[in-house]
């Protein structure tokens, strides 16, 4: 199955979340994402980073299927990713206003090149995609 990874530094976490019991904060982000957007997502834990394994073959499937009903469910499947893109921007806090700066700041440079330019304190949240 395609998952996406999220980590997160738990140095790094919002101040709502009690940093000394990382079982709860791993329980309510799961419950957040499966209450407010029906994903079911893996949550865990060491002691330096939260990680968050979330299900994104539903939408490469949907990409590749063919004529008007595979257009409508690539539709839905993408509805699906935003919805949950919005939950994970509202759980930090984040504005859209930031996200469309960050893209407007990447614009005109490629993937490789920007990932080479980070520094060396960007670890706080990574992502990766992966294939079971």
Known sequence: METSTIRIAIRKLPDQF??????????EIE????DDGGVYV???????????EVPTNQLIDAAAETGDDGR???IYEAG????????LLAWR????QEI??????????????EKANRGADSDSIS??????
Do not use: K
């Open 18 to 27: 009690d940093r000394s019991r990382i079982s709860v904060v791993l329980d």
């Open 31 to 34: 419950c957040a994402l499966m």
């Open 42 to 52: 893996r949550a865990y834990a060491d002691s330096m980073t939260i990680t968050i």
């Open 72 to 74: 409508q469910h690539f």
């Open 80 to 87: 699906d990713l935003l919805y949950h893109t919005m939950v």
């Open 93 to 96: 806090g984040v504005d859209l």
């Open 100 to 113: 469309a700066q960050e893209l407007a700041r990447r614009e005109g440079t490629s993937g490789l090149v």
């Open 127 to 132: 992502s990766s995609s992966e294939s079971e």
